[in-house]
């Protein structure tokens, strides 16, 4: 091709970029997803948290995106590659482990246009050991995902018939489509028969009347975590109790529960005792923790 028509359309394209408010937008959706990537960290991220992203290519170009994209989060983060170490001896696995320094939640972003390397192996091993899978915030095919894991010691707030560990892994928040987030990690000896028990949240209002419901089964694995989202779309202002329950589905007998967070039991009722309350004011633009039935001089007041 003449050279001077190859400048021409190269030109011609530069310029449309420059004028197209929309070129930047697809630019980002050919390359990585870093804009949805720091959304999400955003709105789930809380401090203590770790990040490693995988990118086993792009190594240098990535690196700025990374540190991009991630300023000014609350949380402690690093590309895999940027972690000395080979797969030899441990020595990138107890890197890693350094890095991470047990922190009670982990994020993991991979990069997936460009096939692994042994360092997500490495992590991965370490996830394995240590930590359960939550959820996937966002999975794009061929360009990158993000997913959150937690440890498997986190401290339980609540125990059901001595079986049954419950912990809440960070504030309860609601999302632009007013759902409320509650994100939880579960606990339970080997023993404890399979397909058996379920567990509830329920919204109820003021009066003790159930408005909101959802459920779902205790996962098989002794360890495990799960972010349940609760349409709150639908409730008029007012103050709310959100309730969970451990049951056996078949029968919808309850186990009790015990309450593990804080020592101040003399004044709570068994129902009390068997669920998990928290009082709470929901109005549109805010939800506000007023206390808790279960230890309401222990559990802050916050404002999501």
Request: hydrophobic content about 40%.
């Amino acid at each position: 091709m003449n050279p001077a028509v190859i400048l021409v359309i190269w030109t011609a394209a530069g310029l449309w970029n420059y004028f197209n408010p929309s070129a930047e937008n697809m630019d980002h959706n050919l390359r990585l997803p870093w804009r949805t990537f720091r959304a999400e960290l955003q709105h789930y991220a809380q401090p203590g948290d770790v990040v490693l992203f995988h990118t086993p290519i792009e190594r240098l170009f990535e690196s700025v995106e990374f540190n991009h994209y991630t300023y000014g989060l609350p949380v402690h983060g690093s590309l895999t590659e940027d972690l000395p170490g080979e797969a030899d001896n441990n020595a990138y696995f107890d890197e890693v482990s350094k890095f991470i320094a047990a922190s009670p939640r982990l994020w993991l972003g991979v990069e997936q246009a460009s096939p692994p390397n042994f360092r997500l192996s490495e992590v991965e091993r370490i996830l394995k050991s240590d930590y359960v899978h939550c959820f996937t915030a966002f999975n794009v095919p061929w360009l990158m995902r993000l997913e959150l894991y937690a440890r498997t010691d986190t401290n339980p707030i609540l125990r059901f018939g001595n079986q049954v560990d419950i912990a809440l892994l960070s504030p309860l928040k609601v999302d632009a489509q007013k759902s409320l987030n509650v994100l939880l990690t579960f606990a339970h000896p080997t023993t404890l028969p399979l397909d058996t028990y379920s567990i509830a949240l329920h919204i109820e209002d003021s009066q003790g009347q159930l408005k909101v419901q959802s459920d779902f089964g205790l996962a098989d694995d002794a360890k495990s975590c799960r972010l349940s989202g609760i349409s709150l779309k639908d409730l008029p202002p007012g103050q709310y109790t959100l309730r969970a329950i451990v049951y056996q589905w078949r029968s919808g007998q309850r186990l009790p529960g015990q309450v593990l967070a804080c020592q101040r039991l003399s004044h709570l009722t068994r129902q009390a005792l068997d669920d998990l309350l928290i009082r709470m004011i929901y109005h549109p633009q805010y939800l506000l923790i007023r206390d808790s039935a279960i230890a309401r001089d222990c559990v802050p007041m916050f404002l999501i």
